[in-house]
Nanobody, 125 residues
Framework: QVHLVESGGGLVQAGVSLRLSCVASARTFSSYTVGWFRQAPGKEREFVAAISRDNSRTNYVDSVKGRFTISRDNAKNTVYLQMNSLKPEDTALYYC??????????????????WGQGTQVTVSS
């Protein structure tokens, strides 16, 4: 069992930055592909970004490319999502998820094994 805890969300104005963190309880954190997903009110959960187990590959949804950066520190069991130039349409509950021994960074949410509780990001115009 892996426990994921997200933090770093908040209420901000458009154009500013936030950094989300996801800390995992896994003893072998480097064995997990990690993704960030988000869900806005009334909308389906959508993929935001993912990072490979060895930090060599990343993947982003088109709407955040060039603004968001996913990274990980396996020594700290932590994955980060740096979000720059935030827009009101980025408002959502952001979740991190982990996939045991995942080889793909394009896995849909159904392929992830563990999920955090989420951290709210609200961007005002």
């Amino acid at each position: 069992q892996v426990h994921l805890v997200e933090s770093g969300g908040g209420l901000v104005q458009a154009g500013v930055s936030l950094r989300l963190s996801c800390v995992a309880s896994a003893r072998t954190f480097s064995s997990y592909t990690v993704g960030w997903f988000r869900q806005a009110p009334g909308k389906e959960r959508e993929f935001v970004a993912a990072i490979s187990r060895d930090n060599s590959r990343t993947n982003y949804v088109d709407s955040v490319k060039g603004r968001f950066t996913i990274s990980r520190d396996n020594a700290k069991n932590t994955v980060y999502l740096q979000m720059n130039s935030l827009k009101p349409e980025d408002t959502a509950l952001y979740y991190c998820a982990a996939q045991w021994m995942g080889s793909s960074i394009a896995t849909p949410d159904s392929g992830y094994d563990y999920w955090g509780q989420g951290t709210q990001v609200t961007v005002s115009s």
